[in-house]
């Protein structure tokens, strides 16, 4: 489908019989190349570093990210920063690692991103 601002995107389902925990660790491996999800703006593969800066990095615009009352970004961006992945029980959701140069990319897979070519949610 095509997103209100004309970008491709790509829904996906994707199984596994590994638990959450596993794959948390494995997200935390120094290889990028197991690495099941990345938020890094500038990967050491040059060709993935273009796609991730022109599908992947929040551009905030106001209109279409405001509507927090504090006149924040409706999707919770700039995204903490984390040494690892990890499982946050409190909020239930995934934290995933960051640097600070990396708070405003969209979590991705470096295959699906090269595959698609798309924005990508994950």
Known sequence: EYQDRGAPHIHYVLW???PI???VQQNNSPD???RIVMCELNPAD???A???RRYQVHKHI???CGGTEDGGCRFNFPKEVSAHTKIDTEHENIV?????MDCWVNPYNMHLLKMSRSTMDM
């Open 16 to 18: 596994t019989k590994r």
């Open 21 to 23: 925990e596993e794959l």
């Open 32 to 34: 990028p190349q197991v």
């Open 46 to 48: 040059l060709g993935l």
């Open 50 to 52: 273009g796609l991730v």
């Open 62 to 64: 106001q209109q279409y």
């Open 96 to 100: 995933y690692q960051r640097g600070p």
